[in-house]
């Protein structure tokens, strides 16, 4: 602020007497004049010149060493949007300023939140690999110590290593599954198929597992003969295998489990619903992250990896698609996604 005072009193004085000097040449105009010409002179020069440094330069000049202050000591997340005079001739400097520094916040933000996400993911994989891995261990190494002459022990030990290890490869496969989805490795072959054909070949293959619940397993009543859309056959067939096999697993015996479809003027809704155990509101909007599970210990002896509705999230957003939910805690839940509807005869039966 001084250094504004101090230029505008010099260019003031400057102004008035210029001007001052330049009436005293006629000899019309009195010592009177003179003093009342620089006093008006100068006070006009002082206040226009103090209103124009101060207002649109050195405070905008202030707001830019500011912003270098907070950038030097990484303190982006306090920078607050400049609101800057339109006639002010470094505007456009604050503004690109401001812009580049809350680019790098962004980033910066984005970078955290990837490391967290990486150690919370390393940590969720070294735990999931742990379970099956210590537990055909402890089966093998029973044996070794002996177990493996009893033929009953033996039989029952390496039953339980194989489904261990099974469980393993079913992780590993998820994983790898779901790495080549990210990184763009595995590509969606689209075309036109007929997803009731496709809905009806999934059923069937769960149809023994439902009946041993004594789930009534079934496709809604108004499901129509064919419905066409367009997508990738085999990716919406893992899509459907996924969600069928989830509605029975977490549904209790003597229930139902419905598979339709909504047809809408461009698209189709296809959706899997149950009348089981639901998900609480506030684990919805996590239940498409890796390794969630709305109760860990039923979920684990229930089977699955952990990764199944993280893959069908991730082909669906390769389809420009995604995954709705909707569930009532205690009463079921409802899992629909939406494709393309076909506009002709699918090139191709499955």
Known sequence: ???????????????????????????????????????????ASYLLGFMILEFLIFREINKIYQLFEKLRKKELKVLDDQKSNPLNPLKRINDEIFSYAALKQKEIDELKKMEAFRREFIADVSHELKTPIFAAQGFVHTLLDGAVKDKSVRTKFLKRAAKSLDGLDMLVQDLLTLSQIETGEIKMHLEYFDIKNLAEDVVDQFENKAERKNITLSFAEDTPEQVIVHGDWQRINQVLNNLISNAIKYSPEDSQVEVGFRILKNDVVTYVKDNGEGIPSDDVKRIFERFYRVDKSR????????????????????????????????KGSEFSFKLAKGQSEPLFQK
């Open 299 to 330: 979920s684990r002896e229930k089977g699955g990896t952990g990764l199944g509705l993280a893959i069908v999230k991730h082909i669906l957003e390769e389809h420009k698609s995604k995954i709705e939910v909707k569930s009532t805690y205690g």
């Open 1 to 43: 602020m001084n250094s504004s005072r101090v230029i505008a009193l010099l260019l003031a004085v400057c102004i008035a007497a210029v001007t001052t000097a330049f009436l005293s040449l006629f000899d019309e105009v009195t010592s009177t004049a003179l003093i009342v010409t620089f006093l008006i002179s100068f006070s």
